[in-house]
């Protein structure tokens, strides 16, 4: 029982029946994911108890400085990445949101996450603001084109470029600018939506924190679900539900569009 003596139930059913609703009445509503939505599939986040960060240094293993400092040790951390991310199935949560985007025809999911878990459950129109570990480039930007990260470039450790500069994974590391043609679509997302479904992110990291909070301020209501509180709970406007990407986006379709 909380305070006002209303079983948790009944509250966590009136808040999943809103979002419900919410989700139904919008015309546009956005997605915004980050790595709590991967975790039910076996992805670590960066924060948690078993976070990465708190087992490495990001600037060790997620900064250019890093890369070239020492590429081997970090060439290694992304091949399990990658190949943990390969193996790894999307729970229900990724089939729920794969309904919501054919029941509604347009839902764009802006992402922080590089694990490609949403496309390979079959979400569309996925914005990666963070980048992808499905291929790597040149270090020093020599021009040639980029490379699909398969098992062979593993081979030699770390993978080189044609032009024998090594390689650096085309995801965004510590210092470095958001991919433009996303993060500007992002922000245009934010600008015109009539709902945000924000999932799993601890928003610590701008600029993709700032984009449910640009809706916020336009008086747009934004769903947060997510294990924990977050900066963004106690905004005005916020729906919160407190719980599982994997149990609460199935049981907001049963609850929207029947089983
Ligand atoms: P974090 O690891 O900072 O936060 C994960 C969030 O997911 C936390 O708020 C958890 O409470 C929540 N969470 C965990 N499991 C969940 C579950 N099953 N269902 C719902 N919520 C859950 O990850 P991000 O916010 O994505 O950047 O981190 C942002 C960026 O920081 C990453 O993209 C990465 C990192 O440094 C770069 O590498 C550039």
């Not at 500069?165 to 965004?172: E, K, N």
């Not at 947060?224 to 049981?251: F, H, K, Q």
Request: net charge negative; aromatic share 6%; with cysteine.
């Amino acid at each position: 029982m909380n305070e006002a003596g209303i079983k948790e139930e009944t509250l966590s059913a009136k808040l999943i029946s809103e979002a419900a609703d919410l989700i139904t009445a919008a015309s546009l509503a956005v997605v915004s994911t980050g790595a709590g939505m991967s975790s039910e599939s076996g992805v670590r986040t960066f924060r948690g108890e078993d976070g990465f960060w708190r087992e490495y240094r990001a600037e060790d293993l997620a900064s250019i400085e890093g890369i070239r400092r020492n590429p081997g040790l970090v060439w290694e951390w992304y091949r399990e990445r990658l190949k943990a991310c390969e193996e790894l199935e999307p729970h229900a949560g990724y089939s729920a949101l794969v309904r919501i985007q054919r029941e509604k025809s347009i839902l764009p999911l802006i992402t922080q996450n590089v694990d490609g878990l949403h496309q390979k459950a079959g979400i569309k129109d996925v914005i990666e603001l963070h980048g992808s570990l499905r291929t790597a480039s040149c270090i020093d930007g020599c021009g040639a084109p980029c490379v699909r990260m398969t098992e062979d470039l593993f081979e030699e450790l770390p993978p080189r470029c044609s032009c024998g500069s090594i390689l650096r994974p085309d995801v965004v590391l510590f210092g470095e600018q958001l991919p433009h043609q996303a993060l500007k679509r992002a922000f245009r997302l934010a600008d015109s939506c009539d709902l945000m479904i924000v999932i799993g992110t601890s928003m610590v990291v701008y600029p993709a924190s700032s984009i449910p909070l640009i809706a916020l301020r336009r008086g747009v209501r934004v769903i947060e679900i997510n294990t924990e509180e977050t900066p963004l709970s106690s905004v005005e406007g916020t729906l919160n539900l407190r719980g599982t990407a994997g149990r609460i986006l199935p049981e907001i379709v049963k609850v929207a569009y029947g089983v």
